[in-house]
Structures are given as structure tokens and as C-alpha cells.
């Protein structure tokens, strides 16, 4: 049972380490048992993390009752929504190999015998699956839960998804002051990961569904006690997987990421899940190609439509069944490989035996989907020839199919301003480039020009197409991750204003309508802009990054 912890506590060569294990407080008798690393993302900036302290000792509860020693130790995590907007975004997706590198050192050099992942936000998630794949020692995910929606003040259910779109209305006058303090006031509130279907929940979720989290993990809030109890069957669990040696990699197979980007699709998750399926599965020697999305997605129904894509939460979706219940309606067109073996030390078979879809309006039966396909989509043509992503559950019909004309832009902040001076109209195709993982560097999330259009009344009739990605929260004919992208000369480096773009979502093309001679004048003349950081970590970032295709990991 004790694997790798006899290097730092058994044998009197040993003898050096124990003394600095006494100096900590342990017992000899503490040392005699397996030692469980505690990964936690507790810190005082991010309201999905400022509960991970109690579901920490929660872990150790379970951990010790089971016969382990736990070991907290921390990783860092970035809120998004604080970080949108600014040039903090780009300090966003870097985190991200932050967090995997940091803790690959400190599992490595203590020498745990397993690990408990204890993460909640964005980057945070797929950080430490990633760690979890390249460490390849038992481990197990509890996540701090998911936050539960606000009401304002009429009643009204709401969102952080309806706040950034509030500041939208504001500029086009469709709401006042009063407006946005009333979303403002109750949009968040509580702890917990924002309460949509947006990428911590995505992630969270998919933890469940590639079996590398127990039942409950993606959905009950976190403020339910639930979650408590959740946490301390995990800090159990754990000390099962050391037993039987059930490491993430048997976990983790490509037939599991297979399953993952199923629930996917069934569940609407955010586009941000096709750059960390892919940046996972490489940590595991997975290569996962975007064409297999298309494919997977083609004969995966979409069967729920939490916000943004609709009006329901992840407290709903908890209610319902949860990702289990998804799971469940997915087995009864033979959509997942149940044979696997999951965290649990069960079978997916086993653990869906009993399940019951307990709201076919939230989850819809897989006979009466909301789409014969998937929530995503995976875009080619001579814009993007290896390829772009659109949450497809989120747009509204009539933006399906579009043509316009393109009105480029070099940053974001360009394109706020002109979005906010009223300056784009119905029919216009924003491009907003110089985004991507090298560009930015960073790839930076476009909540605020997305919800901008949305809130100002123009979802239905502008598209946004970029090089950098989407939060969760966004929801509209928001095209991005386009590769390649522009500052590796890529072909959206080449639009100018006033050229036509096609968007065909249901064929899965985009098409810059100019003519291929025009683009090798263009391409000739071009030069690419200087860096905007050339110092630090997103300098070095930028250096190793690959493209988005690839899921953006670092070579």
C-alpha cells in the first residue's frame, strides 16, 4: 500500500527526512501510513475557491478515517471574471501549465502515494488533470461546487452571464443605472464556480464523465452540505485507489476521453473543453484531433440547455440527476463505452446502475433532444484550415447561416470601444485577432465584446470570430480558437475591413470570400507586430505555446 513515501520515511537512511517530518508535527505512527498529497486551490480572490479550506479538511477527514495521512499543499487559481477585460485575461490559460508544472514538482520531491485534487475554477481543473496524468499516481478530484443562480429583485433568476450582458443594455440605453446595480448586487450569490454551464462547471462536469471524480462532483453547490460529504467519500476513496493501484492513466484512456467529449457535446459545454480535452490526453500519450469532435458530435444528441444556452442552472441540473443522469439517456443509444474502469474502482455500467433521469425537461430524453447533434462544432475552411470552435447549442437559430462584412480589429479593447460607440451593426462579422496562445500571448477570453453584442439586442445578427476563445458564459455566433492564428500567419492575419465572411455552422465551414491571389498579395506585404509582452512568464509562454488545435500545451 505504501509505494512511493518509503523513499522520504522507512530505513534508517531515512532517518535525515523523518526528523523534518517531526519538526512538522507528524508521528512516527502518522509516517507508517500511505502519505496523501492534498492539493488544494484555497485562496481569498476567487469566489469558486473561498470554500476550498473546509472541503480540504473535509478530504483529510475521509482520508484519515480511512487509514492515510493527509498532506495539504497548494495550487494557484485565477477568477476569470475578475481577470476579464484587462490584461490580467492573459495571465488566464497560462495558469494553467502553471499549476500542472508546480505541482508535478511538489508531488515528485515529497514523494506521495496519492493525490486528492481539490480545484474548482477555469484553468484550475484542467491544471491538475493534467498534473494528475503526467504524475500517473493514484488520484481522485473533489471540486468546491458549483455556485447557486441569484434572483434579482423582481424574482428574476440570473447569472454572471446576464451581468456582463447588463453592461451591454446600459450602453445601448436599454437599462439604467439602477439596472446594473440590481444584476450587479445579485448576479453572484454565493460562493461556489458561476452557476451556468460555463467552463469550471464544464470541466467539473467532465471530470465525472472521464471517471476521474465520484457522483456528484460537477453538480452539487457549494454551499449544499452535501458537497462536505462529497469530499470526505473522497478522501476515502482515495486510500482505495493506493490499495488497488488504480492510477489516472488506467483511467484516462483514449475510449474515456471518447466518453468525455460525448457528455460534452449532450451536456452544451463550453468551447474552452476543446482546448483541455486535447492538453490532457497529451499528458496521458493521447493525441486527440478536432476532426473527432465533428464526428463524435454528429451522432450525439444535445440534451440540456443550462445558461447561457438557456434558463436553467447547475443547482437544476443537480436536481435532475446530474451528469450521471446525462450518462444514463446516453447508454440507451449505446453513446459511451461503459466498460471502463472509473475512481469509484467500478465500472461506468456499475456506476450507472439505478440511475433515473428524475427531470426530462431539464435533461431531455434522448429521443426528443434539443439537436440531433452536439453542443459544439468544429469549424474548417480558408479562414481557419485547422480549424475554429462555436458553442452551437448557444446560437440563436438565424445565426446558423451568415454572410457579412468583416470589421477587423487587432485587440480587444478596439473592439469593445467600437462595439460600445454603436459602430458595429446587423450583419457585420467582428474579427478580433492577435489573441491567440502566441499572440497575446495568453488567448485571451472575449466575454466582454460578446456579451456587449448580445446585451446591446445585436445576438441575432452580428458574428464574432477570433483567434483568442470564449468564456463559458458566452453565448451568440462567438466563433473563436481559429487556427492558425494570426500571429503565426495564420489567414485571419489577412482580413481587411469590408471583406465577406460565410459562416455555415450546421456544415461546419467558415470562408473568407476573397480570392486566393489578393490573399498572397496580402500575405506578402505582411509583417507581424512586435510582442506585446516581452518580459516574464507569458514572454517564455509564448516562446513554447502551440496552437489552439493542439490544445495549446507547451513544447
Known amino acids: ?139 481522485i478530484f473533489c471540486s468546491g461546487g458549483p455556485m447557486l443562480a441569484g434572483r434579482l429583485n423582481d424574482g428574476r433568476r440570473t447569472c454572471l452571464s446576464h451581468m456582463f450582458e447588463a453592461v451591454g443594455s446600459y450602453y445601448a440605453g436599454k437599462l439604467d443605472e439602477a439596472g446594473v446595480e440590481d444584476y450587479e448586487n445579485n448576479a453572484c450569490p454565493t460562493c461556489g464556480s458561476c452557476s451556468g454551464m460555463y467552463t469550471a462547471n464544464s470541466m467539473n462536469c467532465l471530470t465525472e464523465a472521464i471517471g476521474m471524480a465520484l457522483r456528484g462532483n460537477g453538480t452539487i453547490p457549494a454551499v449544499w452540505s452535501a458537497r462536505l460529504r462529497l469530499a470526505k ?40 473543453t476543446m482546448l483541455h480535452l486535447p492538453a490532457i490526453a497529451h499528458e496521458c500519450g493521447i493525441e486527440l484531433d478536432l476532426d473527432i469532435s465533428n464526428e463524435i458530435s454528429s451522432r450525439t444528441p444535445n440534451l440540456c440547455h443550462l445558461a447561457p444556452a438557456g434558463d436553467t442552472y447547475m443547482e437544476d441540473l443537480e436536481g435532475a440527476g446530474g451528469v450521471y443522469a446525462v450518462m444514463k439517456e ?71 447561416s451568415h454572410t457579412g462584412p468583416a470589421r477587423v480589429f487587432n485587440c480587444e479593447e478596439d473592439a469593445i470601444a467600437a462595439i460600445y460607440a454603436g459602430k458595429i451593426v446587423a450583419g457585420d462579422v467582428v474579427v478580433i485577432r492577435y489573441e491567440g496562445p502566441k499572440g497575446g500571448p495568453g488567448m485571451r477570453e472575449m466575454l466582454n465584446p460578446t456579451s456587449a453584442i448580445c446585451g446591446m439586442g445585436l445576438g441575432e445578427s452580428v458574428a464574432l470570430i477570433t483567434d483568442g476563445r470564449f468564456s463559458g458564459a458566452t453565448r451568440g455566433a462567438s466563433i473563436g480558437h481559429v ?46 507586430p512586435e510582442p506585446r509582452i516581452k518580459t516574464g512568464y507569458a514572454a517564455r509562454y509564448a516562446k513554447l505555446v502551440t496552437s489552439a488545435a493542439r490544445g495549446a500545451v507547451l513544447e
Not at 1 to 6: C, D, P, T
Not at 243 to 259: G, L, Q, S, V
Not at 262 to 268: E, H, I, K, P, S
Open 1 to 139: 500500500m505504501k509505494n512511493f513515501s518509503r523513499n522520504v520515511t522507512q530505513g534508517i537512511e531515512r532517518a535525515p527526512n523523518r526528523s523534518l517530518f517531526y519538526a512538522l508535527g507528524y508521528t512516527k505512527e502518522e509516517l507508517d501510513r500511505p502519505l496523501i498529497g492534498v492539493v488544494c486551490s484555497y485562496n481569498e480572490i476567487v469566489p469558486g475557491h473561498m470554500n476550498l479550506d473546509k472541503i480540504a479538511e473535509a478530504v483529510k477527514a475521509g482520508i484519515r478515517a480511512a487509514g492515510g495521512t493527509p498532506v495539504e499543499f497548494p495550487a494557484i487559481a485565477v477568477c476569470d471574471g475578475i481577470a476579464m477585460g484587462h490584461v490580467g485575461m492573459k495571465y488566464s490559460l497560462i495558469t494553467r501549465d502553471l499549476i500542472a508544472d508546480s505541482t508535478e514538482a511538489m508531488a515528485i520531491a515529497h514523494q506521495f502515494d496519492g493525490l486528492v485534487m481539490i480545484p474548482n475554477c477555469d484553468k484550475n481543473v484542467p491544471g491538475l488533470l493534467m498534473a494528475a496524468a503526467r504524475l500517473n499516481i493514484p488520484a
Open 330 to 400: 446516453l447508454t440507451k443509444k449505446n453513446l459511451l463505452d461503459t466498460s471502463l474502469v472509473t475512481c469509484t474502482g467500478k465500472t461506468i455500467a456499475e456506476n450507472l446502475e439505478g440511475v433515473k433521469n428524475r427531470n426530462p425537461e431539464l435533461i431531455r430524453p434522448i429521443e426528443n433532444p434539443y439537436s440531433q447533434d452536439g453542443g459544439i462544432a468544429v469549424l474548417k475552411g480558408n479562414l481557419a484550415p485547422e480549424g475554429c470552435v462555436v458553442k452551437r447549442s448557444a446560437v440563436a437559430p438565424e445565426m446558423m
Open 233 to 272: 467519500h473522497t478522501g476515502m476513496k482515495i486510500m482505495e485507489l493506493v490499495e488497488k493501484n488504480i492510477r489516472p492513466r488506467d483511467i484516462m484512456t483514449e475510449a474515456a476521453f471518447h466518453n468525455a467529449e460525448t457528455v460534452d457535446m449532450a451536456l452544451g459545454c463550453s468551447t474552452n
Open 483 to 528: 487556427c492558425p492564428e494570426a500571429a503565426q500567419g495564420g489567414p485571419i492575419a489577412f482580413v481587411e475591413d469590408g471583406d465577406t465572411i460565410a459562416i455555415d455552422i450546421a456544415k461546419c465551414s467558415i470562408t473568407l470570400e476573397v480570392d486566393e491571389k489578393t490573399m498572397t498579395d496580402r500575405r506578402a506585404k505582411w509583417v507581424c
